[in-house]
């Protein structure tokens, strides 16, 4: 029998019934990948999927860890960037897995940020009507969200994210060295959804931020593992959602937070290196702040503080900061309508009371986010 892998890794689990799986998050834990997986799954191979940037620098070390324990090994290696999430880069993957003879029994390993979690989780739903896969997040984002909670994903020209399925993988493991060589930008953006949990939830978990963002910014060490215990809170609030609503049927949706202006602002900029991800949500999210305020439910003094925070750490706060024209308020309507269900004229969103507080609010006036939107995409 194989030795219970133990050493500084954090473990929070994910109680999902028969498809609970825990995630490790620690520095240098991509070591035990192999042993853990041995563990799981005896004599499993597995099929590594990982994007280019990510494989120059984390490949090496995810197949000796498999090749240590024993773990047999294929891989692909996709182009880096949103564009793999596509009916073609998923219909080589697929095949791919099938020449490397993966059969039910064995698993595929997903080696990279969002995308690669979402693409090579997709594949692992499908081949063969499904298959086990463990993620090992290597950005920020994925740590601490899309790597957690089992939405997998492929776009279609109809929108990003509309074809796939709910999978959840069976370990993640979450190695924190791994984001040293993760572009700054890209670090950053990722930090906007590590604020989104304490402002979804966790008002003391949001205060710790703001006075601990930086060393989670800088390379962990013995001193200092800010890094590690944030993505563990991140982790534990996401496992716990999703552990009472795997299929966002009610409270899933406050993970939304920030999201409706922000993916409104991603389609405008046509999902560009304009504005990343993380960077709409962080202006989404305080959007949202601001338009609760507007709505009486907080205080502008609430709004004015998430606002300082993204804008201390350098995360845009305002639409006009991202530079270039704006996209005009119907243009925006128009995409926020495509990305929500409008019924009688009434938006979802998903609002602040306070800051730890968040609530689904169904009765959203299409009018008010039109006045909003009026002030807001002003031109300055
Ligand atoms: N499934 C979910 O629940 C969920 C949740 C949120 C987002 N997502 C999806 O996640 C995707 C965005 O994920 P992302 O922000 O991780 O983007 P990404 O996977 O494109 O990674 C960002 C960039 O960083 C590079 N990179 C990744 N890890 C690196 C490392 N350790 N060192 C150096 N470079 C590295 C990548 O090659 C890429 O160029 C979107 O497609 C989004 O739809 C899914
Ligand atoms: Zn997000």
Redesign the pocket.
């Known amino acids: 029998m194989t030795a219970p892998v133990r050493g500084d890794a954090v473990v929070v689990p994910v109680s999902l019934g028969p498809r609970s799986y825990d995630i490790v998050i620690g520095r240098g834990v991509i070591a035990t990948l192999g042993a853990r997986i041995a563990e799981l799954r005896p004599a499993a191979k597995a099929f590594i999927v990982s994007?280019?940037?990510?494989a120059?620098?984390?490949m090496a070390a995810a197949r000796s860890a498999l090749t240590r324990a024993n773990v047999a090994t294929s891989e692909m290696v996709v182009a880096?960037?949103?564009s793999s999430?596509s009916y073609p880069v998923l219909q080589q993957l697929c095949e791919a897995i099938l020449d490397a003879q993966i059969e039910r029994g064995d698993l595929i390993v997903a080696l990279?940020?969002?995308?690669?979690?979402?693409l090579a989780?997709f594949a692992a739903a499908v081949v063969r009507r499904g298959l086990d896969y463990v993620q090992v997040?290597?950005?920020?984002?994925?740590q601490v969200?899309?790597?957690?909670?089992?939405?997998?994903?492929i776009?279609s020209r109809h929108g990003?994210?509309l074809i796939g399925a709910f999978h959840q993988p069976i370990l993640v493991v979450a190695d924190t060295a791994?984001?040293?060589?993760?572009?700054e930008r890209?670090f950053r953006?990722?930090y906007a959804?590590l604020v989104k949990y304490g402002l979804l939830g966790d008002a003391r978990f949001f205060s710790w931020l703001e006075a601990h963002w930086r060393d989670i910014f800088g390379a962990s060490s013995p001193h200092n593992s800010a890094r590690e215990h944030a993505v563990a809170v991140a982790c534990r609030a996401k496992a716990a959602i999703v552990g009472r609503d795997e299929r966002e049927t009610g409270e899933r949706a406050l993970l939304n937070l920030g999201h409706t202006f922000g993916h409104a602002l991603e389609a405008a900029y046509g999902f560009s290196d304009r504005l990343?991800?993380?960077e709409a949500i962080a202006i989404g999210m305080v959007l949202a702040f601001e338009f609760s305020a507007r709505r009486g439910l907080i205080a502008a003094a609430e709004a004015e503080r998430v606002k300082r925070h993204f804008g201390e750490v350098g995360l845009p706060t305002s639409p006009s900061a991202i530079g270039g024209p704006l996209p005009g308020v119907e243009r925006v309507m128009e995409l926020i309508g495509q990305d929500k269900k409008v019924k009688r004229g009434m938006l979802t969103f998903i609002l602040v009371r306070a800051i730890g507080s968040a609530v689904i609010e169904t009765g959203v006036q299409e009018r008010e986010v039109r006045e909003f939107l009026n002030e807001k995409l002003a031109r300055r």
């Open positions: 994007d280019k940037n990510v120059a620098h984390a880096p960037g949103e999430k990279g940020g969002g995308v690669i979690g979402d989780g997040p290597t950005t920020l984002l994925a969200d899309s790597s957690v909670g089992g939405k997998t994903a776009d990003k994210n791994l984001l040293d060589t993760l572009p890209e953006a990722g959804e990343l991800h993380g």
